[in-house]
């Protein structure tokens, strides 16, 4: 995806929300979404991962009545016949804090409806670290919560929400500091790592994504069979900087 506009200094957000508009290095951030920024925020494409029975197509994530729609669906063109989508922040953003989105995810068997950090090597950053929400569709009564250190999967652990988070939007939020993650739904605190764990030390980038399973993952997300489209909706998203640890990368690592 290339720019359509170029904010070339920090985090860059554009978001119109009751006549307010954030502009480049806004920190804390918080963004709606009538439209995308695209010095802010790319859309993969072209492209999947071994585990995946679809591609990633930019056109399959949409900003419009101030939500981002993630969608799954059939597509003409490319090398499978599923399409999927993937919303990333184009920078590594600051690191230690707060992170927050309200959103709604989509049910199926085989699904994922994903709201994480990632980085490593790709990035130019030698240890792959990610902090995780993961709602798998066969089963929207519960949320995986995870984190990877130094490539490490330290998870996934399993939290009942008591309700169908398909169906709603709810908040879901972690608080990463450098000895501990905590992670939130609806503002209730519903899992942290034990004192001593060694948590995820490097800025990554944010994401948002839909996409569906091949066989090799079926013990873990259940079978993927193409039913037809279907849709998991981000209303927003929010970074608040922790005060205690502004001496890490802030606001940007400065990597794309």
């Given at each position: ?216 993952l079926d013990a873990w997300m259940g079978p ?33």
């Open positions: 995806m290339r720019f359509l506009r170029q904010f070339l200094l920090c985090l860059v957000v554009v978001f119109s929300f009751a006549g307010f508009e954030a502009k480049a290095g806004d920190i804390p951030f918080f963004a709606q979404y009538p439209h995308f920024d695209l010095g802010m925020w790319a859309m993969s494409h072209g492209g999947e991962l071994d585990k995946q029975s679809c591609e990633w197509r930019r056109e399959n994530v949409e900003a419009k009545d101030g939500h981002v729609y993630l969608h799954l669906r059939e597509k003409p063109r490319g090398k499978k016949p599923v399409g999927c989508a993937e919303l990333k922040s184009r920078r590594l953003i600051a690191d230690y804090g707060f992170y927050e989105a309200r959103m709604r995810t989509a049910s199926g068997s085989g699904l994922n409806t994903a709201f994480f950090t990632y980085t490593g090597p790709p990035f130019g950053v030698p240890d792959h670290d990610e902090i995780d929400f993961e709602f798998l569709g066969k089963d929207p009564m519960q949320v995986e919560v995870n984190y990877h250190r130094k490539g490490r999967n330290m998870g996934p652990w399993k939290i009942d929400l008591g309700f169908d988070a398909s169906e709603a939007f709810h908040d879901y939020a972690f608080e990463w500091s450098p000895d501990k993650i905590k992670w939130f739904v609806d503002g209730k605190l519903v899992f942290e790592t034990p004192d001593g764990a060694d948590v995820p030390k490097h800025a990554g980038k944010l994401y948002f994504s839909l996409w569906a399973n091949t066989r090799r993927f069979q193409y039913q037809g489209p279907v849709t998991a909706e981000v209303e927003w998203v929010r970074y608040t900087p922790s005060e205690k640890y502004k001496a890490v990368r802030y606001p940007f690592s400065g990597q794309r």
